[in-house]
Each structure stands twice: as structure tokens, then as C-alpha cells.
């Protein structure tokens, strides 16, 4: 990207002219740009990138055995890692997008989960650390299309003349899978800054539903409040008050926090069944997970903005219908009674409203996408749920872009708990599809009877362990022994 040295004069003047463009609207009858706000994230500026060398996998345990050039760098505050087999690359690239880092100043990278695969199969692929922490999407897809667009720059620089990539694919996990869900955007090739034509996806246990994973937070904390005898009046509370309503919730609905509720808390447990997903498979062993608990109580009692990335209260219950009693089917009047009972929140108008500059803050999912998408997700995950999946081909449904989305369940409880297995025969799946095979095989998400059968997730689920896996093997295989059998 070049660098223009604009002087403060210059600047003044064109300040000048965007506040009377502004005042005096477009010529269409439009209100003409407008004056993007500052928000917290903006002055979060000390993060640091990672510069250390990416290591060659050891194919003595497990790992490929194709020789690859291996880069490391910088690229506009952002870290990166690229991998490029020495002699068989396939021309195409596959970018990864990283999930969540938390909100520390120190900035992370890493390979690909299916990074054998990719390897074996003749991919080289790019990974950004993005230059900003927190739930910053935007940065996400940014930073990752402008490594995408500077690498044949950055294999110059190293010494290696590489064509441009005939194809770019992309894939992530979690946050990641919000920002590869999110870069085969209609609104995003739109609007994004730097602009990456994709002919595929792969998003792995992803944020597709965009900020209604934010509404279901929301919805937790509400239905925890209000059976924990401490409804909640407004929203959101202060640090302060949390602090003290937090123990007083998990002393009022659980026998052993967070492992065992009582029988108050299993009413919030049937509650969350529905927000997360429905009835299914492994969500029993999901809601009994520490790991899974321990997400979502770090995510609930905020105020609605994803921790100053917005700067409005983005979360909306108006929509959610609780289920609290187990006792039957469809809604009773004791949940007719909560329902009528509990607080409603309502977002910020335009907390996450288009900008004049570049994508959204939050970069949204409208299922308006032109390529072929395969997505995983595991069952039991309950900080971001099923239920994403769901709203992901509710929305693309609704687009008419279903045609171009096939969704898996795995049966796990851990968040992206996928063995590599898993996430290369999706990726796999994808790019056959892409270069003109059939569609491939996946899972209905959206029909209540299908997702109750027991053996739900059976299809798709690979327990094949290796070194790659996100989850130990040992403690997968704990899991899984748990689980009711496919057989």
C-alpha cells in the first residue's frame, strides 16, 4: 500500500470539505456522509505483533513431509506466518483467520488447524495475528485480505518469485469463522478497504450469526437473573453491581458450580438448551462442561458494546421466547408467565450501522455470499452455539444462497473441539465442490426432529486423532466414551 504525506493544512481543508458535504447532502437527495465517532477501540494502539519463526512440521510425528519455504514478518502492525511448499504448490492460497485472543496487548498467530492437508495437497497458506486484540472483525478481515494481497511482495522479499494466486480460499475458527464468514460478504466486497475476491469458505465453529451471539448472552443473563429471584430492572449493570449479583446467581441455580445445578438451575438449563440450539445431542454434556461455563460467564454481565468496539448496546431479546419448564412441550403458562414477566432489551439504534470509512465495526453476516461455503460446528458448544449455525442458513435461506451452504454437525461438547480430520475433509469437501464436483453431503440444521435424534452428528464426526487436534486426543477420547454411540 503506498503512504501519502498529507500536511495538517491539507488536512484542515478537507475537513472542511467533508463537514460541508455532510451539511449540504449528496446530490441523489442523500444526507451525505457521516462523521464517523470515536470509540474505545480506536485508542487501543500499544499491541504488538509476534515475530518468532514458524517451525517445520515433524513427519515423525505426524506431521507433512513437504519441504516448504516458512515466513515470518510485520505487515502494517500486524504479525503474520506464510508457508509455501518448495515444489508442488498448487497456485492457490487459503487464508486463516485466528479466533478470539483476548485483550491483551501481546498479538498472536498460528498455522491452520488442516495445515497437513494443506500442505500435502499442494496449498500454501497465510495466517495474520491482526493488528488489534479485543473482538475487532473488522481489523480481522482487513488485515487478513491485505497479507492475501501482499503475498507474492512478501515471497519477493524473501527471495522467491511467485505468480499471483490463481485461487484465495479462507477459513478460521471462532472469531476467525466471524471474519471468514464475513469476508465473502456482499456488503464486505462493498466496503472493505482491501478487497479480496474468495472462491471459497470454511468456517469452523464461527460466529455466523454475527451480534446475535451477543443476544444470546443477553438471554442467558436475563433468564439467570430472573430464576435466581434477582431480575434484572435495566441493562446493563455496573461492574460494580455484577460483582455482586454474579455469586448470588450461581449460589441461587447450582448444587456445584458450574458443573451441577439444582433444581432452579435446571430451569435456566432448559432455558439455554433453546437459545443455544434445541434439542440435541451432547448438549447434556455440553451444560455440564466447566470449560463452556467458564466462557459464558466471562462473556455475560458486560454492556452490549463487545468491550468498546461499538460504542451502543448492540444486544436485542425483544425476539427471544423463553422455554423454562421442561415438564411439556411447546410453552406452558409457567413459561408464559416468565416470558411475560422478564426484562426486554433493546439495541442502541445504529450501534453497529454502516460507516463511511470501511467496513462495519462488527462486520455483518446476511448470508449474501456467491461462493461455496462448508462450515463445522460441535454440538455441544455453548459459548458460541449451534444456534449460530441455525441463523446462518436462516439468513442465507432467505437470500436465496442456501444452494451454496452446507453446514456439518460434530459431536463434542469443546469449543472448536474438531480434529484435524474433521476440518481437512470439510475443507476438502469445499474446494471438490468449488472446482466443479457435486455438492457435498452435510446436516439439516434448522428441523427440530432431525437435530433431537440421538444419533445427530454422527455422519460427519471423526474421532481419527493426531497431533493437530485442537483437543488432546486423550481428552477427546474421554469425551466421546461419554457420548451415546453411532452404532
Known amino acids: 500500500m503506498k503512504k501519502f504525506n498529507v500536511t495538517a493544512a491539507r488536512l484542515s481543508v478537507l ?17 451525505g456522509p457521516v462523521a464517523e465517532d470515536a470509540r474505545p477501540q480506536d485508542t487501543r494502539n500499544s499491541f504488538v505483533a509476534p515475530t518468532a519463526a514458524l517451525a517445520a512440521m515433524d513427519p515423525a510425528t505426524g506431521g507433512s513431509a513437504v519441504p516448504t ?18 515444489t508442488n504448490w498448487n497456485g492457490k492460497l487459503v487464508m486463516w483467520a485466528h479466533g478470539y485472543a483476548g485483550t491483551g496487548n501481546t498479538l498472536t498467530v498460528s498455522p491452520p488447524i488442516m495445515r497437513k492437508y494443506l500442505l500435502d495437497n499442494g496449498y500454501a497458506w497465510a495466517a495474520s495475528s491482526y493488528t488489534k486484540n479485543y473482538y475487532d472483525v473488522r481489523a480481522g478481515v482487513e488485515d487478513t485480505n491485505a497479507l492475501a494481497l501482499n503475498f507474492t511482495k ?5 527471495g522467491r518469485t511467485l505468480v499471483e494466486p490463481s485461487k484465495f480460499f479462507i477459513s478460521g475458527v471462532s472469531m476467525g469463522g466471524h471474519i471468514t464468514a464475513a469476508a465473502i460478504e456482499a456488503e464486505t466486497a462493498a466496503t472493505a478497504n482491501n478487497k479480496v475476491k474468495y472462491s471459497g469458505a470454511v468456517p469452523l465453529c464461527g460466529v455466523v450469526g454475527d451480534t446475535a451471539l451477543a443476544d444470546y448472552f443477553g ?18 449493570v455496573t461492574a460494580a453491581e455484577w460483582a455482586v449479583l454474579a455469586p448470588v446467581i450461581r449460589s441461587a441455580l447450582w448444587a456445584t458450580f458450574p458443573t451441577v445445578t439444582n433444581a432452579q438451575g435446571d430451569k435456566l438449563k432448559t432455558a439455554v438448551q433453546q437459545l443455544s440450539g434445541g434439542t440435541r445431542p451432547f448438549y447434556n454434556e455440553g451444560w455440564a462442561d466447566a470449560g463452556n461455563q467458564g466462557n459464558l460467564w466471562a462473556s455475560i454481565g458486560g454492556d452490549g458494546t463487545f468491550s468498546g468496539i461499538l460504542n451502543g448496546n448492540i444486544v436485542d431479546t425483544t425476539q427471544i ?22 426484562l426486554k432489551i ?25 461462493v461455496p461455503v462448508v462450515t463445522l460446528h460441535t454440538l455441544g458448544d455453548l459459548f458460541v452455539p449451534f444456534k449460530m449455525e441455525q441463523v446462518y442458513a436462516t439468513r442465507a435461506k432467505a437470500k436465496g444462497n442456501d444452494r451454496l451452504l452446507v453446514q456439518r454437525a460434530i459431536r463434542d461438547v469443546g469449543h472448536c473441539a474438531f480434529t484435524a480430520a474433521e476440518a481437512a475433509e470439510a475443507f476438502d469437501a469445499m474446494v471438490k465442490w468449488e472446482a466443479g464436483g457435486p455438492k457435498p453431503a452435510g446436516d439439516d440444521v434448522l428441523t427440530p426432529a432431525v437435530i433431537g435424534d440421538p444419533k445427530y ?22 469425551h466421546q466414551a461419554k457420548y451415546p454411540s453411532c452404532s
Do not use: H
Open 15 to 31: 475537513a472542511s470539505v467533508m463537514a460541508a458535504l455532510a451539511a449540504c447532502g449528496g446530490s441523489d437527495g442523500s444526507s
Open 69 to 86: 519455504d516458512r515466513w515470518t514478518g510485520v505487515l502494517n502492525g500486524a504479525g503474520y506466518q506464510i508457508e509455501v511448499p518448495k
Open 154 to 158: 512478501i515471497a519477493a522479499a524473501n
Open 219 to 236: 438471554g442467558y443473563q436475563l433468564a439467570a437473573q430472573a430464576l435466581a429471584g434477582v431480575p434484572a430492572s435495566k441493562f446493563p
Open 321 to 342: 421466547v423463553y422455554k423454562i419448564d421442561a415438564s411439556a412441550p411447546g410453552q406452558t403458562a409457567l413459561d408464559n408467565f416468565f416470558n411475560a414477566s422478564i
Open 346 to 370: 433493546s439495541p442502541t439504534p445504529d450501534a453497529n450501522r454502516k460507516r463511511t470509512d470501511g467496513l462495519r465495526w462488527i462486520p455483518v453476516i446476511n448470508g449474501e455470499f456467491s
Open 457 to 478: 452428528g454422527c455422519t460427519f464426526t471423526n474421532n481419527t486423532p493426531s497431533l493437530q487436534d485442537y483437543t488432546a486426543p486423550a481428552v477427546r477420547a474421554a
